[in-house]
């Protein structure tokens, strides 16, 4: 009887144990955003590495102060955060850690280290938005091809997606394929009607194209100053 107490009380001990580290978790996780968003990043950056000190295998805590670097534009020591995390649970397939790193590495100039980080996210879990960022890392090295082919698989996954047909319009465009370009611009405005880009962009496929009547008729509608992913235009 004795034994069937004490094991009982260990058991409730235990459980006591769980319940106070996940409220402590919760709980440095509810001030360190508080402190981010009230602008005390720095100060977020320290209650999270206190709680690391604390608990030195658990991967979330290092991934939330990732995030802290992230937009402090400390993006080694982020990646550094987001690599530690994934190899503390490397079973947990959470493709928003690779899409982190995949930010990271691109701010850091590591492109190739991008595209890796991007398409393991996609392993995991599909997206358009990876798609879009995966087109625009082959845009900067002049991978073109693998540029629209990124474009549309994204345009696959997301038929609104109005970025990714400004995107493989811009890449078109560079390659003289001007009818094409038309085409995506056309499909810009026919989901942002609103928004000048498409128009303006149009306009400018139309004068290659010679068609200065309707390129008129865009800038009319848009701006003259349309916003490419480069400088390519001028």
């Avoid at 094991?7 to 235990?14: C, D, P, Q, V, Y």
């Avoid at 319940?19 to 999270?48: N, P, W, Y």
């Avoid at 400018?204 to 194209?209: C, I, N, P, Q, S």
């Amino acid at each position: 009887m004795i034994r069937s107490s004490l094991k009982i009380g260990l058991s409730l001990l235990a459980a006591s144990f769980v319940f106070v580290a996940a409220v402590t978790a919760r709980t440095v996780v509810d001030t360190a955003e508080m402190l981010s968003k009230s602008g005390h990043r720095s100060d977020a950056i320290r209650v999270t590495t206190d709680a690391i000190n604390q608990s030195p295998r658990n991967a979330s805590l290092y991934a939330l102060r990732a995030k802290y670097y992230i937009a402090a534009e400390e993006y080694k020591l982020g990646l550094a955060d987001l690599k530690k995390a994934v190899a503390l649970e490397p079973n947990q397939k959470n493709a928003w850690l690779y899409r982190m790193m995949a930010d990271c590495d691109a701010n850091l100039e590591q492109f190739d280290a991008a595209i890796v980080d991007l398409k393991n996210a996609i392993a995991i879990s599909p997206n358009d938005e990876y798609y879009k960022m995966l087109g625009e890392i082959n845009y900067q090295l002049k991978r073109y091809d693998e540029a629209i082919s990124c474009y549309s698989k994204g345009i696959a996954l997301n038929k609104k997606g109005y970025w990714l047909y400004k995107g493989r319009g811009d890449v078109y465009f560079l390659q003289q394929k001007y009818q094409k370009a038309v085409d995506d611009y056309t499909s810009v405005i026919s989901i942002v009607p609103k928004e000048p880009m498409g128009y303006g962009a149009r306009a400018k496929a139309y004068e290659r194209l010679g068609r200065k009547d309707l390129a008129a008729k865009d800038y009319a509608k848009g701006s003259k100053d349309a916003e490419f992913m480069s400088d390519i235009l001028k």
